[in-house]
């Protein structure tokens, strides 16, 4: 019988091979042109330092759930726009990030993984939802580097975590709530 997580990895991540990534109907073509982290009133995505924990050499994959079994599972997808809203195709996205104990692995690449984004600029990660640490609440770490070169380091947050997050998270770098019950899917979309 399939795990409730291997439905997971085959559900939105894996509706097409990677790089191109299928986006939900909640994400429709109509979003990757105007999305709430991207237009006028936004302009690009605030950057945050990378802290210690960053490895270079990250593999690509869409699945780093595996590396957590005890943890929640949550899909994180979005897309990569220029400044002027247009997909982005061929950037890098390496995302880093602790466990649900809170623990980064150091040594190898658990919980670390990269995707480059195809026609549509989209990702898809099947990941967990980590613990709090070092004051923070739950994040992703994220790199993204433009087939141009152009390199934004940030934190995307979880959407609940923001409402208790006293002030102290960039409203910008909460991701969106697509689903938040049985399964769980937020939607960040970063703006070079
Ligand atoms: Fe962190």
Redesign the pocket.
């Known amino acids: 019988m399939k795990s409730r997580r291997t439905f997971l990895v085959g559900g939105l991540c894996a509706a097409s091979a990677l790089p191109a990534v299928a986006l939900p109907f909640s994400a429709s073509a109509d979003h990757l042109v105007r999305s709430p982290f991207c237009g006028k009133d936004y302009g690009t995505t605030p950057w945050q330092p990378a802290?210690e924990?960053f490895l270079e050499g990250a593999p690509e994959r869409v699945n780093l759930a595996d590396d957590d079994p005890g943890g929640v599972t949550v899909e994180l997808f979005g897309s990569v726009f220029d400044s002027h809203c247009h997909p982005v195709i061929g950037a890098r996205i390496d995302i880093w990030q602790?466990d649900h104990f809170g623990q980064y692995d150091e040594e190898g690449f658990k919980l670390r993984g990269h995707q480059v984004t195809g026609p549509s600029g989209t990702y898809c990660f099947v990941t967990v939802i980590p613990a709090p640490?070092?004051d923070?609440p739950p994040?992703f770490?994220t790199r993204v580097i433009g087939p141009a070169g152009k390199r934004l380091t940030t934190n995307v947050y979880l959407p609940s975590d923001g409402k208790g997050g006293g002030g102290k998270v960039d409203p910008s770098l909460i991701a969106i709530s697509d689903a938040w019950g049985e399964i769980r899917r937020v939607r960040f979309d970063f703006v070079l």
């Open positions: 802290g924990y602790s640490h070092d923070d994040h770490h």
